[in-house]
Nanobody, 127 residues
């Protein structure tokens, strides 16, 4: 089992920055190696959208085209935490951001590949 807890969301002005954290815990965390960790987002009334992914061992970061160059995903294995640094935020970035973990290495953008999910953290962008 893996428990994921997101934090760091909030209200920010357009053009501002936020850093989201996803803290992982549970027995399974000790055995994680190349498991894919991902950030999705879901705006009200819209489908879940892939944002960024990274391997638990730190390799292979990937991004949605809409956030490339503005967002950066990273992880700190010592803290069992994955981060999403979001810069130059725009109104269309407003959503609930969800962290998820796969049981192994997966392609990244298909939400059905992910077994473990956090509750999400709200990001609101004011213009």
């Amino acid at each position: 089992q893996v428990q994921l807890v997101e934090s760091g969301g909030g209200l920010v002005q357009a053009g501002g920055s936020l850093r989201l954290s996803c803290a992982a815990s549970g027995l399974f965390v000790r055995t994680m190696g190349d498991n894919t960790m991902v950030w999705f987002r879901q705006a009200q009334g819209k489908d879940r959208e892939f944002v960024a992914a990274i391997s638990w061992n730190g390799g292979s970061p990937s991004y949605a085209e809409s956030v490339g160059g503005r967002f950066a995903v990273s992880r700190d294995r010592a803290k069992n935490t994955v981060y999403l640094q979001m810069d130059s935020l725009q109104s269309e970035d407003a959503a609930v951001y969800l962290c998820a973990a796969a049981r192994g290495a997966v392609s990244g953008s298909d939400w059905t590949d992910y077994m473990y999910w956090g509750q999400g953290t709200q990001v609101t962008v004011s213009s």
